[in-house]
């Protein structure tokens, strides 16, 4: 059911209304009237993407630019597969112009994830102990950017889901640290909560730059943010002194 204005101010945007159906929650007809109206997922829908997180990685690789023709790309948890995409478009510039380089974007997850033309997708668990030789094998070298939307299942206590994404983050930081190039990216999301001091201090450690951003497309309801790290500086010891990263805007 949609609602609209015919008044003679003209008609506005029309607003899809769903109806309660037996044996579903409230709380699932709400989501999902927020999913049917909402202007990402009905863009993601005509432009052809796997779901709205898309243009979150579009948005901030505008920002930040590291998603640049040519670079190895390691895409972790990339399931549906919507970062993977942008990717491929980022950084294999061939076809717009035929004298920058191709790049590599591999895409890794726990479940199978449909193929994605121009992405190399793995199933595999990434904190296996053999996963870093696998993805440098794959790549032929390091990577240039390590990127994740993992999020941890909820469970619907909120300072045990907060220390659930903080401690999956520092496992795919972790992994960053294994297989990046030296001044490589890492981009990964989190949850505001207070609780990522320490990897806050990881990341300023070991890489140049370090910013922490909650780009347009992440819904303003949500305490999710993203950590844009630049400039791996390469593993440092903890008894090393770095110089403090520079905080991006």
Not at 159 to 171: F, G, K, M, N, W
Request: with cysteine; net charge neutral; aromatic share 6%.
């Amino acid at each position: 059911m949609t609602e609209k204005n015919t008044s003679g101010r003209g008609q506005r945007e029309l607003r899809v209304r769903v109806k309660t159906a037996k044996g579903r929650k409230l709380s699932s007809t709400l989501w999902l009237e927020r999913q049917l109206n909402d202007p990402y997922v009905i863009r993601a829908k005509k432009e052809g993407y796997r779901g709205r997180a898309a243009y979150k990685i579009l948005e901030l690789d505008d920002r930040y630019g590291f998603l640049k023709p040519g670079a190895r790309v390691v895409d972790l948890g990339c399931a549906p597969g919507g970062w993977c995409q942008v990717a491929v478009e980022r950084v294999n510039a061939l076809a717009q112009n035929p004298k920058k380089p191709v790049g590599t974007v591999l895409g890794i997850d726990l479940q199978e994830v449909e193929a994605i033309s121009g992405a190399e997708l793995h199933q595999l668990d990434f904190l296996t102990d053999e996963a870093d030789g696998l993805v440098k094998g794959w790549l032929g070298g390091r990577a240039d950017v390590v990127m994740s939307d993992m999020a941890a299942a909820a469970s619907g206590h909120k300072a045990t889901d907060h220390l659930r994404i903080v401690a999956l983050v520092e496992a795919a930081l972790a992994f960053a640290f294994d297989v990046l190039e030296d001044d490589g990216t890492f981009v990964a999301k989190v949850l505001a909560g207070g609780a990522e001091s320490q990897m806050q201090t990881m990341l300023k450690k070991n890489f140049r730059k370090v910013a922490n951003v909650k780009p347009p497309a992440s819904r303003s309801d949500s305490s999710e943010k993203f950590v844009v790290a630049m400039g791996f500086r390469g593993r440092q010891a903890e008894g090393d002194d770095a110089d403090d990263a520079e905080d991006m805007d």
